[in-house]
């Protein structure tokens, strides 16, 4: 059992860490435009609200969504009780919630896979980068599969896959935006509150696949809270005091949205009924952060190997 926790517990810290690494690289490009004192105010401040309010908040606020007729008392009591009615309402709405943060990772790992500039680890990313004109069709057949899918089971299943949806389109034009502002932040003449203020909600929307993404290793809020918040507090420090650190390994994001990806598939077919060991889902990440890093420590020596030369 202890085996079982420590394991999970394992594995959404570092799908935190991993799925945190463009909201780090952002923080550790702005925080380079502001002072020590500034920089320890973020760490600080920010371990509060990143950790804290927004990471420790948002799986409450999904179990709610999810079980809207829980008062807000027994969705906190949830993570602390085994009250009967509560538990059968989570066994019921488990599948709604699985499904719509699913269907949310997935589409974010599309939009990533057809639509963003990268470093290529393999050639089939470039090419498939060359086609992101198909992004929006295969998205838009994905969904409509899912619904049609859903709708034989359950109506409310696919309710959940249009939030799951319509929640990835508006976190991920907040993300689109994100390195516009980078550059503005860095070129403006802005005080450091204004920036560490930026920053902090850009983490609040950041921080969602990370939150969603947890639930396909476990419906435990205590276990989310822990390795989620274990995965937060490494990357905030990591992001102060190693600043060039990300920008040094090329491939991490590559993993991290790999990760997200299978994650994605593992929620949509468990909500369909499909079981998976408790262990897969950390062995995964685990592997794919393995080779991403790999490659990347590759890169960084065939580049120090041409700088010799």
């Not at 202890?2 to 991993?18: K, M, P, R, S």
């Not at 609040?204 to 989310?224: C, E, M, R």
């Not at 890093?293 to 010799?308: P, T, Y």
Request: hydrophobic share 55%; aromatic share 14%.
């Amino acid at each position: 059992m202890i085996i079982h926790l420590l394991i999970v517990v394992f594995g959404l810290a570092l799908f935190e860490i991993i799925s945190s690494i463009d909201n780090a690289i952002i923080n550790a490009h702005v925080l380079k435009t502001v002072s020590a004192k500034y920089r320890k105010i973020f760490l600080f401040w920010g371990i509060l609200f990143a950790v804290f309010l927004i990471r420790g908040g948002l799986p409450f606020i999904i179990i709610w969504f999810a079980n809207p007729q829980l008062a807000a008392g027994q969705v906190i009591s949830f993570a602390f009780s085994n009250e009967q009615i509560i538990q059968e309402s989570m066994a019921h709405s488990t599948p709604l919630l699985l499904l719509g943060g699913g269907i949310y990772l997935v589409l974010v790992f599309l939009a990533w896979l057809f639509l963003e500039e990268k470093n290529y680890a393999f050639l089939v990313e470039h090419f498939i980068h060359r086609q992101a004109i198909w992004f929006y069709a295969l998205a838009s057949l994905f969904l409509t599969a899912v619904i049609y899918l859903s709708i034989k089971i359950n109506p409310l299943l696919a309710l959940a896959a249009s939030i799951g949806a319509t929640a990835f389109f508006i976190t991920d034009g907040f993300k689109k935006n994100a390195e516009e502002k980078e550059r503005q932040l860095l070129s403006a003449n802005m005080s450091g509150w204004s920036k560490i203020i930026y920053l902090e909600f850009l983490d609040a929307s950041f921080s969602i696949d990370g939150v969603i993404g947890a639930f396909a290793f476990t419906l435990s809020i205590p276990l989310i809270l822990l390795g989620n918040g274990i995965g937060a507090l490494v990357v905030r420090q990591m992001t102060v005091y190693g600043i060039d650190f990300m920008d040094r390994f090329a491939y991490l994001k590559n993993g991290a949205m790999y990760a997200i990806g299978f994650l994605g598939g593992i929620m949509v077919l468990e909500s369909f009924g499909k079981e998976f060991p408790f262990w897969l889902a950390p062995l995964n990440t685990t592997l794919l952060l393995g080779l991403f890093l790999f490659l990347s420590l590759r890169q960084l020596k065939l580049g120090a190997k041409k700088i010799s030369q």
